[in-house]
């Protein structure tokens, strides 16, 4: 009588075999917000970053009648030059996108650092630095935004710059009253006695707890400097012809608000990603903040 021999069964570790579960766990369990409006952000980087290699016409170029209605040939119709305007809504990402990135980042570095040496420093520095910011904050964020660019020039690099002097002063106040907050907890004042520097105690000790109400301010501030951008174009004192900003083509469409279409692909584009950045802003606001539970 022959013995039959059996193959071992080859168990998987635990984690192994919970991985795919864990991951679809872990997706059910992210807001839907984050993932709407993740969604339609990571659409329009991807669009500012690949653009140039989708094969449409153009966006300077003339291709086609001037001022023809949305057809097969050109989906939004072109403009007054006869542009496609679904081309230059397309490439007015690679304008817009970066500009709401680069501005938010400057304004959260300035503003960051300025407010964190501010509320760990006090006295004299926290003074000088706080009066600067209420100064920055008591004209309307428009308004001086305009003053600065109309000083500056028109072109979007001043533009940008307009829009950081806005913007820092808002993360120097956040991250100042962090700050304070942080420094007071035990956990710094044992640092502090166990002979730790200013520096360490400040960089490790202080500002990692500090940076999820700015990193939430960030993200729904993006929106904001969507629009921002788009009315300093829109009066011209932003990007300047023939650019395929969004802002300079709305202002081009309200000039012959017949034909529509001209205004309709950069006011759409123009919403969907300032509703995508409202939503992820809020969606990460629900994950990160416990108070807002």
């Given at each position: 009588?022959?013995?039959?021999?059996?193959?071992?069964?080859?168990?998987?570790?635990?984690?192994?075999?919970?991985?795919?579960?864990?991951?679809?766990?872990?997706?059910?369990?992210?807001?839907?917000?984050?993932?709407?409006?993740?969604?339609?952000?990571?659409?329009?980087?991807?669009?500012?970053?690949?653009?140039?290699?989708?094969?449409?016409?153009?966006?300077?170029?003339?291709?086609?009648?001037?001022?023809?209605?949305?057809?097969?040939?050109?989906?939004?119709?072109?403009?007054?030059?006869?542009?496609?305007?679904?081309?230059?809504?397309?490439?007015?990402?690679?304008?817009?996108?970066?500009?709401?990135?680069?501005?938010?980042?400057?304004?959260?570095?300035?503003?960051?650092?300025?407010?964190?040496?501010?509320?760990?420093?006090?006295?004299?520095?926290?003074?000088?630095?706080?009066?600067?910011?209420?100064?920055?904050?008591?004209?309307?964020?428009?308004?001086?935004?305009?003053?600065?660019?109309?000083?500056?020039?028109?072109?979007?690099?001043?533009?940008?710059i307009a829009m950081v002097i806005v913007w820092w002063p808002i993360y120097a106040r956040l991250m100042r009253a962090q700050v304070l907050e942080v420094k007071e907890r035990e956990h710094v004042e044992a640092a502090i006695a166990g002979g730790a520097g200013h520096i360490r105690v400040l960089g490790i000790h202080i500002l990692p707890l500090c940076w999820t109400p700015i990193l939430i301010n960030a993200t729904m501030d993006f929106g904001q400097v969507v629009l921002l951008a788009a009315s300093l174009s829109f009066i011209g004192l932003g990007a300047s012809p023939p650019t395929p900003e969004w802002g300079s083509m709305i202002s081009e469409g309200a000039a012959r608000f017949y034909s529509w279409w001209v205004a309709f692909g950069p006011g759409m584009a123009i919403l969907t990603l300032v509703l995508g950045f409202s939503f992820l802003g809020d969606g990460l606001r629900d994950m990160l903040d416990p108070r807002s539970k």
């Open positions: 009588m022959t013995a039959s021999v059996s193959s071992p069964a080859v168990s998987l570790p635990a984690n192994v075999a919970r991985s795919g579960l864990s991951f679809g766990r872990r997706l059910r369990q992210v807001p839907l917000p984050v993932l709407v409006g993740g969604s339609v952000v990571l659409f329009w980087i991807i669009t500012a970053l690949t653009v140039s290699f989708w094969g449409l016409p153009d966006p300077i170029q003339i291709a086609g009648k001037r001022l023809q209605a949305p057809s097969l040939s050109h989906w939004l119709g072109t403009d007054a030059l006869g542009r496609d305007v679904l081309s230059r809504t397309l490439y007015g990402a690679v304008y817009s996108v970066p500009i709401a990135i680069g501005v938010v980042a400057a304004g959260v570095f300035i503003g960051a650092t300025l407010g964190a040496i501010a509320g760990y420093v006090g006295g004299v520095v926290d003074g000088i630095i706080m009066r600067l910011v209420d100064v920055t904050l008591a004209f309307p964020p428009i308004l001086l935004a305009m003053t600065i660019s109309a000083t500056l020039g028109p072109g979007l690099v001043n533009a940008a």
